[in-house]
């Protein structure tokens, strides 16, 4: 299989979906721990992105684009790996903030059936759901720990 912007995003997002799909269904199952709860799929996304955005400053596309107007983010998007790049990115951020969320409610004893329409926003809308779980998460307070 050649490395084509196209097969790495086929790649890339079974890898995110498979993140999402053990949160919303087996919170608390051992793969989920060790997969998901653990970072390691956000931190196999990390590498991914690491390796795509090295690619992109260090190809031919380099001087294309930039982050000061927004005609350079789109100048920057038109090349196809820094656009891979810029997906993979979100995939692992929003997962990760997934995995806090997760982590968080189990903390502060949140029922995951609450948690759920959080979890599905940050998946779908990304700081939507980080909304929604910040306004849910105001209502179970961190529990004390006595010492």
Same mark, same amino acid.
């Not at 992109?56 to 656009?83: I, M, T």
């Given at each position: 299989?050649?490395? =084509?912007? /196209?097969?790495?995003? @086929? ?7 498979? #993140?999402? %799909? ?7 199952? !051992?793969?989920?721990?060790?997969? *998901?709860?653990? #970072?390691?799929?956000?931190? *196999?996304?990390? !590498?991914?992105?690491?390796? $795509?955005?090295?690619?992109? &400053?260090?190809?031919?596309? %380099? ?18 790996? %820094?656009?891979? %790049?810029?997906? *993979? ?8 903030? #997934?995995?806090?969320? =997760?982590? /968080? ?10 948690? !759920?329409? @959080? ?8 700081? $939507? #759901?980080?909304?929604? &779980? @910040?306004?849910?998460?105001?209502? &179970?307070? =961190?529990? !004390? *720990? @006595?010492?």
């Amino acid at each position: 299989m050649a490395l =084509t912007p /196209d097969s790495l995003f @086929a790649l890339a997002n079974p890898i995110a979906m498979l #993140g999402w %799909a053990l949160l919303l269904l087996a919170p608390r199952w !051992v793969l989920t721990r060790r997969l *998901v709860l653990s #970072g390691a799929l956000p931190l *196999v996304l990390a !590498v991914a992105y690491g390796l $795509l955005i090295g690619s992109h &400053y260090l190809g031919a596309h %380099a001087s294309e684009g930039g982050f000061s107007s927004l005609k350079e983010v789109a100048a920057l998007f038109r090349d196809p790996w %820094a656009l891979l %790049a810029g997906w *993979v990115h979100y995939l692992c951020f929003d997962l990760s903030i #997934g995995v806090w969320e =997760t982590h /968080d409610a189990h903390k502060r004893g949140v029922p995951h059936l609450l948690l !759920v329409p @959080a979890l599905l926003l940050t998946f779908l809308l990304g700081p $939507l #759901g980080l909304l929604l &779980y @910040a306004l849910l998460r105001r209502w &179970y307070p =961190t529990p !004390v *720990v @006595a010492n």
